[in-house]
């Protein structure tokens, strides 16, 4: 790999996830978003940014806590185990997180409690009594945001999760006083929520009134959370021998989650790391915590003299047979551990993004993935590189010959290529792969039409001219493969060198798509031409999938 320049000469990019609740295993619809997270912060790494990718786990909320009471275990080692699930799930996908946060790490406890003292020091937290309706995941919820139902009132976005009628003793944020500003905001940074129409969503939200919402709990089961820092009088919370006053009480699990964004860019501890890579330039969160996002958020920033991010991209939700949300409790979710076992880990991240669109719901199923990897992956892409390089080893003896600079490919490059940075730019990721396949699509085609089979027996018989074409065809197509593995890498992470062998080159990226140089520099049809060499052994890269039935 050769090298780069020093980080602080590149530009940067720093991207996060939503932190997911550590209490239960994931299923795949929670980590579509990270596999997404995943492919940017791999291409933004080839490109050559000085990048930083956070994800990781929320570990404060009260029902976390109060799983544990109930099962008779401490917290902690019930949300050890719990981490434990997603570590080991987004190892088989391939995630590659330059940190993996957990909200009970020490510089994250820090990070909190200084922004709930820079809050009070702005005036902008006081304390009061709320009374309502609490969601164990989400806190206390306002009127319009619950819904009544046959069985009760439900929390909309946790339908399983019984809400509790609670009145007591908390610390309020003014977000009510952030009001203008996030109009103004809204308003000079249309790029700041997209897609567009969620953008809508949250303005109209904003333009409909905003209330103060509560950032503390006065108890939790099992003395579980980030002591609040500051007493009613105004005080510190914290006493003589260094324990916390428990009658403080705790952070609300929301306002502790979303401060893990900055601790992963080094607040408060590191004020070099955190001026290099605050605010961040994307945060990647489903539809359902899109107004933490994109409101509470930037305002609790505002008030402790941060900046808001720069953009909030808000994706859909998998959805089951029927319209119906995945979630563990319904039992209809996809355990990422069996999809990585039946697609292998580019297979499962390929169908995971390319059947569902990044920027919407989608309704999905396991045939649906299998067609999906049959078609895309064994049939026409696997497919286009084994016969590649068979051909080229029976028909050339494994020499490569080089590309022609004008034929169809060359031309059909000069379009895909640039669709695919823009789809990857916009977050578009299924619009990225479909650029991707639309190439794919014209390298076959190229087969079909020059048949090489069919040139090389007149190679046999002698025809110069047969030969010719035959080099030519044949070097178009491992040059389209090359062009291929590499623009794929993001997706494909584990294909890509393989791929790369087999047609003779090297891959130059370290497994997490660091070292190496710019990829634009080696994403120039041709750009694979300048040395001599020989393709390698054809062996499949996706078996196909024998059928439906059996793969399910």
Not at 219 to 230: E, K
Not at 250 to 258: E, M, N, P, Q, S
Request: net charge negative.
């Amino acid at each position: 790999m050769s090298e780069q320049p020093d980080r602080r000469d590149r530009p940067r990019f720093y991207l996060t996830t939503s932190i997911a609740y550590a209490n239960n295993k994931p299923g795949l619809h929670t980590l579509y978003e990270v596999i997404g997270a995943d492919v940017m912060a791999r291409w933004h790494r080839m490109l050559g940014h000085d990048t930083r990718f956070l994800t990781g786990t929320d570990e404060h909320s009260i029902n976390i806590a109060q799983s544990a009471v109930d099962e008779g275990r401490p917290t902690r080692a019930f949300v050890d185990e719990k981490v434990g699930f997603f570590e080991v799930a987004e190892a088989a996908l391939g995630i590659s997180p330059d940190r993996f946060i957990r909200t009970t790490d020490p510089d994250h406890i820090r990070a909190a409690q200084e922004m709930v003292r820079r809050a009070h020091a702005n005036g902008d937290i006081y304390p009061g009594t709320y009374e309502g309706w609490y969601c164990p995941n989400e806190g206390f919820r306002n009127a319009t945001d619950v819904v009544e139902t046959a069985r009760g009132t439900i929390c909309p976005n946790h339908p399983d999760v019984p809400l509790q009628w609670l009145s007591e003793r908390n610390w309020f944020f003014r977000l009510s006083a952030y009001q203008e500003r996030l109009e103004r905001h809204f308003a000079e940074h249309p790029e700041f929520v997209q897609p567009d129409y969620r953008r809508n969503e949250m303005l109209g939200f904003i333009r409909g009134g905003l209330e103060d919402f509560s950032i503390s709990r006065e108890r939790t089961p099992g003395d579980w959370g980030i002591p609040f820092p500051v007493r009613d009088d105004g005080s510190s919370s914290q006493r003589d021998d260094g324990t916390w006053d428990p009658a403080a009480g705790k952070i609300y699990v929301w306002f502790d989650a979303l401060i893990n964004y900055i601790t992963g860019a080094g607040f408060p501890d590191d004020p070099v790391s955190f001026g290099r890579y605050w605010p961040v330039d994307l945060h990647v969160i489903g539809k359902d915590i899109a107004r933490f996002h994109t409101i509470f958020w930037p305002a609790m920033l505002w008030s402790a003299g941060l900046e808001a991010p720069r953009q909030v991209w808000v994706h859909g939700w998998l959805l089951a047979a029927g319209g119906e949300r995945m979630s563990k409790s319904r039992g209809n979710f996809l355990d990422p551990n069996d999809f990585v076992a039946a697609f292998g880990q580019d297979g499962a991240r390929y169908v995971a993004l390319r059947e569902v669109p990044f920027d919407r719901d989608a309704e999905v199923s396991w045939d649906s993935f299998v067609r999906r990897y049959n078609a895309d992956l064994a049939n026409d892409f696997g497919n286009l590189v084994n016969r590649t390089v068979a051909m080229t080893n029976r028909y050339l003896a494994g020499d490569r010959p080089a590309p022609t600079a004008g034929g169809s490919l060359a031309a059909a490059w000069a379009e895909a290529l640039p669709a695919y940075e823009t789809a990857v730019g916009r977050c578009l990721l299924h619009d990225a792969l479909a650029a991707l396949w639309d190439f794919v699509g014209a390298a076959n085609r190229l087969v079909d039409a020059e048949k090489p089979w069919e040139l090389a027996k007149l190679v046999k018989a002698g025809d110069d001219e047969a030969a010719g074409r035959l080099r030519g065809v044949l070097g178009d197509l491992l040059e389209a493969c090359r062009l291929l593995g590499l623009a794929g890498a993001p997706f494909l992470p584990a294909t890509a060198p393989r791929l790369l062998e087999q047609l003779g080159h090297d891959y130059p990226y370290a497994d997490d798509g660091n070292g190496g140089p710019p990829i634009r520099d080696l994403l120039t049809w041709g750009g694979g031409s300048g040395t001599i060499g020989r393709v390698g052994t054809p062996e499949p890269l996706f078996p196909r999938l024998e059928t439906e039935t059996e793969a399910s």
